[in-house]
């Protein structure tokens, strides 16, 4: 909103600067630039198809998408990049800034299809990538993502490149990302990497519930991110919380196929950065491996976890509901016999209810040297086959209020 303002600041100063000296002339801010509407005016608009795009989906479209972005970024107004309907193929994109404006919108009505052959995008990390940007919204759109091929190399065995994240912001703030389908990621479907001020709605994230690495949105290094009314299907976490992450607030997220939303993995650096201060609520989880966990590498790290909600939580059919795992040492490599260093606190879960896949429905596995405290269990009811599911718990301590089964066991 500095905006609007600034450039009426403009005009009033501009305006008063000249009163001194011509008391009898009448200014009229509007002549000097103020505009009415009390908003932005969205002065120029880039369409990707005039820059050459073609809707084909196989003519490379990436230049027109370049030179759009190039264009927008370098107006000082703020500015429009549409793309309309149709399929268009792109190879990487780096949506570079800082820019002249802080208020750049990427309508699209289409489909953005990135290269079926996985070796194009091989390892440069990212398909669509935002970096250094303040005030961008994207609305709308398919980003298709075409990882099959690289799914099934990597399920075949070895050779395959790690594959690229569909769309990243990195190092960016004040990001809006709404309506948004993401389709068949290679890797990660959406990631935020030290941002500040990104809230996402209306997101469909959609890939097949055995895709590999395939994270719905995975956020870390980031402050004041809201992630809203969403759909997530797909093989591995729906989101996932990295080290760094602060201020995140979830709110009704349907999960499903995949592995629930995870706090971690955390603790995998001696020296890192904690999460803090996270809400989760009004989700539900169809048929995944988790529902909500927290997760830790079991060796040395300065890493934590506090000051977390969960709350609202339907589950249906989960092979673990509630997941608390400090012992994570994939392959056994680089852990054997050390313990986590990361602090688990003030955790709370309340009105978590639905049905269990596995026995034990809440499963807290702490740190030895450094054990889960505050924990809060609240109204909770779990059950497996229509019986009281079971708990189990090392090292956690806390309370249970109000009905809670499978009885805690903290
Ligand atoms: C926690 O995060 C929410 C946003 O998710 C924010 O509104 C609130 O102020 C934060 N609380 C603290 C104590 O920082």
Avoid at 230 to 248: E, F, V
Avoid at 322 to 349: L, R
Wanted: aromatic letters at 6%; glycine letters at 10%; one cysteine or more.
């Amino acid at each position: 909103m500095a905006y609007p303002r600034s450039s009426l600041v403009l005009a009033l100063l501009s305006m008063f600067s000249s009163l001194v000296l011509a008391s009898s002339v009448t200014y009229d801010v509007v002549s000097l630039g103020a505009i009415a509407d009390g908003k932005i005016a969205s002065s120029v608009t880039y369409d990707v198809v005039s820059l050459g795009a073609i809707a084909d989906g196989k003519t490379d479209s990436t230049q027109a998408f370049v030179s759009a972005w190039t264009k927008a970024c370098a107006s000082v107004s703020s500015a429009m990049i549409y793309v309309p309907a149709g399929r268009f193929y792109l190879g990487q994109v780096v949506f570079s800034g800082p820019c002249k404006n802080n208020a750049i919108t990427v309508r699209i009505a289409g489909t953005l299809v990135a290269p079926s052959d996985y070796t194009v995008l091989g390892n440069t990390g990212t398909w669509l990538l935002f970096e250094q940007v303040n005030g961008v919204t994207i609305s709308g759109g398919i980003l298709d993502g075409q990882g099959t091929g690289l799914w099934a190399c990597k399920a075949s065995g070895n050779g395959c490149p790690s594959g690229a994240t569909t769309l990243e912001f990195s190092n960016s703030n004040n990001i809006v990302v709404s309506a948004l389908t993401s389709l068949n990621s290679q890797m990660f479907h959406i990631v935020v990497n030290g941002c500040h001020n990104v809230k996402m709605q209306g997101i469909r994230v959609t890939a097949a519930g055995n895709s590999p690495n395939t994270d719905g949105i995975h956020v870390q290094l980031s402050s004041s991110v809201t992630i809203l009314n969403s759909k997530i299907r797909t093989g591995d976490d729906c989101i996932s919380i990295g080290p760094g992450t602060t201020n995140l607030w979830i709110e009704n997220v349907a999960c499903g196929p995949g592995h629930g939303i995870s706090i971690g993995s955390l603790g995998k650096d001696q020296q890192e950065a904690g999460v803090q201060n996270v809400t989760v609520t009004t989700v539900t989880f169809t048929g995944t491996q988790n529902g909500v966990r927290i997760k830790s590498w079991g060796r040395p790290s300065n890493g934590f976890a506090r000051n977390i909600l969960f709350q609202h939580v339907t589950m249906q059919d989960v092979q673990n509901p509630i997941v608390i795992d400090q012992n994570y040492c994939p392959g056994n490599e680089g852990c054997p016999g050390q313990v986590s260093g990361v602090q688990i606190s003030d955790v709370t879960y309340q009105d978590i209810h639905g049905t269990s896949a596995t026995e034990v429905a809440l499963k807290f596995d702490c740190s030895s040297e450094y054990p889960c405290s505050g924990i809060i269990l609240e109204n909770v009811k779990l059950t497996y086959n229509n019986q009281v599911a079971q708990s189990s718990c090392a090292n956690a301590a806390g309370t249970s209020t109000g009905f809670v089964q499978p009885t805690g066991c903290l």
